[in-house]
């Protein structure tokens, strides 16, 4: 069983940084596609950055230049650099991954940002 546990969630003012950690533990193979996203109050969860075992990235376009998502050498943590943080970017955080040996989707707990003076 795949397990995922968040980090780093908090209250930051505008133009400030954070960095979000999410480690996996458990079976994963070794294709997969981890990911953040994120959710707004009333609104639907939102797409922000995905990187591929091989390493490859995506971004939404609204943290393009802002945010950078990486992995750790063993492949198992992933994180979520976020630079220039603004107002619209606060919502709870969420990680993901996908394995494509059994094809399932896992999900971390969720963490908090804040973004607010």
């Known amino acids: 069983q795949v397990q995922l546990v968040e980090s780093g969630g908090a209250l930051v003012q505008p133009g400030g940084s954070l960095r979000l950690s999410c480690a996996a533990s458990g079976s994963i193979g070794s294709m997969y596609r981890m990911g953040w996203y994120r959710q707004a109050p009333g609104k639907q969860r939102e797409l922000v950055a995905t990187i591929t075992s091989s390493g490859s990235t995506n971004y939404a376009d609204s943290v393009k230049g802002r945010f950078t998502i990486s992995r750790d050498n063993a492949k198992t943590t992933q994180y979520l650099q976020m630079n220039s943080l603004k107002p619209e970017d606060t919502a709870v955080y969420y990680c993901?991954?996908?394995?494509?040996?059994?094809?399932?989707?896992?999900w971390g707990q969720g963490t908090q940002v804040t973004v607010s003076s």
């Open positions: 993901n991954l996908f394995t494509f040996y059994n094809r399932r989707d896992y």
